[in-house]
Nanobody, 115 residues
Framework: QVQLVESGGGLVQPGGSLRLSCAASGIIFRMNVMNWYRQAPGKERELVATISSGGMTNYVDSVKGRFTIFRDNLENTLYLQMNSLKPEDTAVYYC?????????WGKGTLVTVSS
């Protein structure tokens, strides 16, 4: 049974930082591509960042230079370090693991950027 559990969201002022975590179980984590998505109010879910099993990363243009995705394969944990946060980063952030044609999702963690 695949489980993805996000944590680390909260309220932060513009320009601040947060680190999101996603604890994974039920998959061979080190071999799995892992993704962070987000969904802002009234908008579609969008892919924010991807990390391959080999550590290659990719980001949506709006977060390049501010967000960093990384993984700890010993702890089966995915991270998203978010710096220089902007109000438009406000969203529910989801951890995602594609596996054998099935998409697995966490329940999400809310990030609110506001003064």
């Amino acid at each position: 049974q695949v489980q993805l559990v996000e944590s680390g969201g909260g309220l932060v002022q513009p320009g601040g930082s947060l680190r999101l975590s996603c604890a994974a179980s039920g998959i061979i984590f080190r071999m799995n591509v892992m993704n962070w998505y987000r969904q802002a109010p009234g908008k579609e879910r969008e892919l924010v960042a991807t990390i391959s099993s080999g550590g290659m990363t990719n980001y949506v243009d709006s977060v390049k230079g501010r967000f960093t995705i990384f993984r700890d394969n010993l702890e089966n944990t995915l991270y998203l370090q978010m710096n220089s946060l902007k109000p438009e980063d406000t969203a529910v952030y989801y951890c995602h693991a594609p596996r054998s044609g099935v998409n697995y999702w966490g329940k999400g963690t809310l990030v609110t950027v506001s003064s």
